[in-house]
């Protein structure tokens, strides 16, 4: 009797957690698409644009300087209460700028704003940033009785005043990659008496990001999918990264734009047909991440560092970007053992798959 009653009870449970389980997978969701979705979200973000405005702290070598808050528009007619959007392409700053990412297929429209842009080198889209910043997602108050219609409303999430590690772009959000280097880095002076470092002139500014250049379906955290991000953010310091460990740091991996391509995901570009400039040899690879650029067989490291003299096929130069054993960047291999540092469009010595090969020297008859 009591095995029975045992079984029945089993077999009620298996039931009741199959009929939960399908239950649930009947909820989920399916994917939205890409560009409806961002038309929901740009829609979002410009009436928020429209509808507050900022206050900055300008409080040159104090920890709040370049502080901003965002508050809502009370009093149309008070000249302190200005909408973001107002500042859109200003010649001054503040300014709101606007660039177009193609990704999913289609443009997306990603605005910035420029509260000051720095005064030392700007980061890759594939390097580190040191940043203090605020994260907020954007989503919509529904009406009540006293509200006609939903608002746009920010909801805080994170943030980061006094920055312990660099953030790689290149692993961090696509917004991030794409907005970073339209920003300059500041000075940094260590204060004799803490220890500390202190940064100024550094970049500042705000960034609002449609959820496909941000988390989109997945949410991260306390933060919904779907939802467009802000990130008011201060730009200290950046740190060139070596990906592929070639021995040249990513930033100098690409065609000379200053921005590092890699078109592998077809989520992300599913209408990508040419080849990548930033890939030499063609290869699938961007050179970034290739530990061999030109596809001769021999690494890209062994390209830079083998000394010259040394036993080989050919003459190797040392590089190193940062110190003073080769300032001037890679050379172009040359037959006559005189490397060229100087042409701007030079192929370096490690994107030469030919240079390998022993080239005969023509000679010129003196007349």
């Known amino acids: 009797m009591n095995k029975i009653k045992y079984y029945f009870i089993l077999t009620i449970a298996t039931l009741s957690l199959f009929s939960c389980s399908k239950s649930d997978s009947a909820s989920v969701e399916p994917l939205r698409d890409y560009k409806v979705q961002y038309e929901t979200d740009i ?31 009370t009093d149309k007619t008070n000249p ?70 939903s608002v746009v409303i920010a ?40 220890g500390a470092i202190k940064y100024s002139g550094f970049g500042a500014g705000i960034m609002f990001l449609p959820s496909g250049l941000a988390y989109y379906a997945g949410g991260s955290g306390s933060i919904p999918s779907y939802t467009p991000l802000v990130f008011s953010f201060k730009l200290y310091a950046i740190q060139r990264i070596d990906h592929d460990g070639d021995g040249i740091p990513s930033y100098l991996e690409d065609d000379g734009d200053g921005y590092v391509r890699d078109f592998r995901n077809k989520t992300e570009y599913p209408n990508w047909t040419g080849d990548n400039p930033d890939d030499t040899d063609k290869d ?33 130069y040392p590089f190193n970007p940062i110190g003073d054993i080769e300032p001037h960047g890679i050379p172009q291999f040359a037959e006559t053992g005189e490397p060229d540092y100087i042409s701007p469009k030079r192929l370096r010595i490690h994107l030469d798959k030919d240079h390998h090969t022993a080239k005969p020297i023509v000679s010129v008859k003196k007349p």
Not at 48 to 73: A, C, H, R, S
Not at 88 to 99: A, D, G, M, Q, V
Not at 120 to 136: A, F
């Open 43 to 73: 829609a979002d973000i410009e009436e928020y644009l429209k509808n507050n405005y900022i206050i900055v702290t300008d409080k040159p070598g104090e920890t709040e300087d370049q502080n901003v808050k965002i508050e809502k528009i």
């Open 80 to 149: 302190d209460q200005k909408p973001i959007w107002s500042y859109l392409n200003s010649t001054t700053f503040p300014t709101l700028k606007s660039k177009i990412v193609n990704l999913h297929g289609f443009d997306y429209t990603l605005y910035y704003m420029v509260l000051r842009e720095g005064v030392g080198e700007s980061p890759c889209n594939v390097d580190g940033v040191l940043t203090s910043y605020r994260g907020t997602y954007l989503s919509r108050n529904a009406a009540t009785a006293t509200v006609d219609a």
């Open 155 to 194: 909801t805080q999430f994170e943030e980061v005043v006094f920055p312990q590690t660099f953030l790689n772009l290149f692993q961090t959000i696509k917004g991030w990659g794409e907005t970073f280097p339209n920003f300059k880095v500041g000075t940094a002076v260590g204060d004799p008496g803490s």
């Open 284 to 316: 699938g690879i961007p050179d970034f991440l290739d530990t061999d650029d030109d596809g001769d067989g021999y690494s890209t490291k062994l390209e830079i560092t083998k000394p010259a003299g040394a036993p080989g096929p050919s003459k190797y």
